[in-house]
T-cell receptor, first 113, second 117 residues
Framework: KAGVTQTPRYLIKTRGQQVTLSCSPI?????VSWYQQTPGQGLQFLFE???????NKGNFPGRFSGRQFSNSRSEMNVSTLELGDSALYLC????????????FGAGSRLTVL | GESVGLHLPTLSVQEGDNSIINCAYS??????FIWYKQESGKGPQFIID?????DKRQGQRVTVLLNKTVKHLSLQIAATQPGDSAVYFC????????????????FGQGTILTVHP
């Protein structure tokens, strides 16, 4: 059974640009969560989607947004990139409605120059 | 300004030793706790979980202990192997009335475990 797939794995952007990251959950999983991981702040929750609806949101500015499609695939977008947005962005999916055991992807490593 | 990185606790053990990784969680209302392992270049991987109505749970070579009085979790790894070398995170969450938390986990800072052959 395929795991959580995130694309791209690595990307480099410059300040002011925007970026879109993609996540394909495990087949049959309907909940997708996003996390940001940095050396300074550790792992922090961004948001969670279920059935194309955002159900939960962390404490990030409005530049961070996401969406979920009818096939449960999810994207997150960061607009007007700042240097501090450089991070590993992790996507996780869960098997049952809101089940807490998250299965993570390998992440998308974003570098902002 | 320049951000200061987290100074992760480290634990170095010899292969075959038992390892104990500790975690202090923050929310006394949290009722579900999980340990994750993260290897270099990979996302966190589930190890074991425990609910607040338990104080101990065992898996294969791993045991999690929960002390709600002092808000403390520990992960014990028996017969530690070089493949166990990784960063270990505890995570906590508060289930809503339906028993779910909508994907929101609060992670600890992590502990670096190094196993020497």
């Amino acid at each position: 059974k395929a795991g959580v797939t995130q694309t791209p794995r690595y990307l480099i952007k410059t300040r002011g640009q925007q970026v879109t990251l993609s996540c394909s959950p495990i087949s049959g999983h309907r909940s997708v969560s996003w996390y940001q991981q940095t050396p300074g702040q550790g792992l922090q929750f961004l948001f969670e989607y279920f059935s194309e609806t955002q159900r939960n949101k962390g404490n990030f500015p409005g530049r961070f947004s996401g969406r979920q499609f009818s096939n449960s695939r999810s994207e997150m977008n960061v607009s007007t990139l700042e240097l501090g947005d450089s991070a590993l962005y992790l996507c996780a999916s869960t098997g049952r409605d809101g089940a807490n055991v998250l299965t993570f992807g390998a992440g998308s490593r974003l570098t902002v120059l | 300004g320049e951000s200061v990185g987290l100074h992760l606790p480290t634990l170095s053990v010899q292969e075959g030793d038992n390892s104990i990784i500790n975690c202090a969680y923050s929310n006394s209302a949290s009722d579900y706790f999980i340990w994750y392992k993260q290897e270099s270049g990979k996302g966190p991987q589930f190890i074991i979980d425990i609910r607040s109505n338990m104080d101990k749970r065992q898996g294969q070579r791993v045991t999690v202990l929960l002390n709600k009085t002092v808000k403390h979790l520990s992960l014990q790894i028996a017969a530690t192997q070089p493949g166990d070398s990784a960063v270990y995170f505890c995570a906590e969450t508060l289930s809503n009335a339906g028993g779910t938390s909508y994907g929101k986990l609060t992670f600890g800072q992590g502990t670096i475990l190094t196993v020497h052959p």
